[in-house]
């Protein structure tokens, strides 16, 4: 548990410039098991005009949110909002880039997830996985945080 907090608490800690909220709180919210506070706190700053104006930082919100809604084993909601993002990722930033493979990283999350219950969601994990990682050979914005969550899912997409 204490693995997926401490990505969590950077990757909130790149948001929090621009998004306006504090990433210590979101973390001491996440600990105690605040799921819903974080959510309607993302989902306030989500709403606000610096994430709005900022097509990665809209699809980084976007995705924190629904890996909180994952958390909670929302899964349906989670891949609502990662579809989300990963269209905003390649609108802005093209099909091939670096940031649209963050954004499939995020669906081999969603894949790895059904796959324990549909072993059609395992052949798309692998599939997606590996796209995502070629494109994270590309130059673009992307966090380091952000590398490992992708070579996160790719290892379980492969592991399942």
């Keep these: ?9 950077f990757f909130l800690q790149a948001l929090s410039h621009a998004a306006q909220f504090d990433p210590h709180t979101e973390l001491r919210a996440i600990v105690s098991g ?9 989902s306030h700053a989500l709403n606000s005009a610096a994430v709005q104006a900022d097509p990665l930082l809209h699809a980084r919100t976007l995705e924190m949110l629904g890996e909180q809604h994952y958390r909670l084993s929302d899964i349906g909601e989670a891949d609502v909002l990662w579809k989300r993002a990963l269209q905003l990722r390649i609108r802005n930033f093209g099909e091939n880039s670096a940031e649209a493979g963050i954004g499939l990283a995020w669906q081999v999350r969603y894949h790895n997830y059904m796959s324990a219950g549909q072993l059609d969601h395992q052949e798309k994990a692998e599939e997606l996985a590996r796209r995502s990682i070629s494109l994270l050979e590309l130059k673009g914005d992307v966090l380091p945080i952000e590398k490992v969550i992708a070579q996160r899912e790719r290892a379980y997409a492969f592991k399942v």
């Design 1 to 9: 548990m204490l693995r997926p907090v401490i990505l969590l608490f």
């Design 34 to 42: 605040d799921a819903e506070g974080v959510i309607e706190r993302l």
